[in-house]
């Protein structure tokens, strides 16, 4: 099992940037597909990115495109989500997670939180209008 450790997360303005990290300890990232979600208030957990092992490939939903990026370090055993342009409705504790499936399980239809078995604790991202 993988212990995963979330930070960077904070208080920033709309239109500003943050940058969250993932470490991991116990095993190495290497061998996994690797995935951000995110909870706000009253909303169920939603896949924001994800990323294959090697680092080539990434999906991203639909809302975060073109302002997010899911970038990994396999040398630092640690995964990154950029954020730039954020927006109050990016408001959320933000989740960082292991998958347990190869990353062609990605590649088509809806990536859910069941695709995942390992997560960290959180990490709260609060964008201020």
């Known amino acids: 099992q993988v212990q995963l450790v979330e930070s960077g997360g904070g208080l920033v303005q709309a239109g500003g940037s943050l940058r969250l990290s993932c470490a991991a300890s116990?095993?190495?990232?290497?061998?996994?597909?690797m995935g951000w979600f995110r909870q706000a208030p009253g909303k169920e957990r939603e896949f924001v990115a994800a990323i294959s092992w090697s680092g080539v490939g990434t999906r991203y939903v639909d809302s975060v495109k073109g302002r997010f990026t899911i970038s990994r370090d396999n040398g630092k055993n640690t995964v990154y989500l950029q954020m730039n342009s954020l927006k109050p409705e990016d408001t959320a504790v933000y989740y960082c997670?292991?998958?347990?499936?190869?990353?062609?399980?990605?590649?088509?239809?809806?990536?859910?939180?069941?695709?995942?078995?390992?997560w960290g604790q959180g990490i709260q991202v609060t964008v201020s209008s």
């Open positions: 116990g095993r190495t990232l290497s061998s996994y597909a």
């Open positions: 997670a292991a998958a347990n499936k190869p990353w062609r399980t990605f590649l088509v239809g809806t990536v859910d939180r069941g695709d995942f078995s390992s």
